[in-house]
């Protein structure tokens, strides 16, 4: 469903996240979009970002997020969220990892809002 409102950006992704379809998680990024994946490399463009959130994905885990803040300014704004991640890794014990983050998200032409920069360790 498209998100239409920025401050349902973090809720939109938590449900697209716990679907465990990464197609639906990569739906709410523009097709240039940054991710900092952890230790802080970039993941330039969709291609990159399906390929770091796999390894999120792969832990078959359940995403919490709690809204921070949303800042408007025109067709961006800036959000950050705290979240959560319970889930199991590959040697089947179980792995809990939680930061604030920080998103840049953008007004599309159609009123879709999409992130165009998305940093989850970002206030650590």
Request: glycine share 8%; aromatic share 8%; with cysteine.
């Amino acid at each position: 469903m498209p998100v239409t409102r920025p401050e349902d950006m973090a809720q939109s992704f938590a449900e697209a996240f716990n679907s465990g379809n990464v197609d639906a998680v990569l739906a709410l990024y523009e097709s240039n979009a940054v991710l900092v994946a952890p230790p802080g490399q970039l993941a330039s463009g969709i291609d990159a970002i399906r390929e770091a959130l796999q390894g999120f994905l792969a832990l078959k885990g359940k995403l919490a997020i709690e809204s921070r803040y949303c800042i408007r300014a025109g067709d961006t704004a800036l959000t950050s969220s705290k979240w959560s991640l319970r889930g199991t890794g590959p040697d089947g014990k179980p792995i809990e990892m939680g930061a604030k983050s920080a998103e840049v998200v953008r007004r599309q032409t159609d009123g879709r809002w999409l992130y165009i920069l998305d940093h989850p360790f970002s206030a650590e």
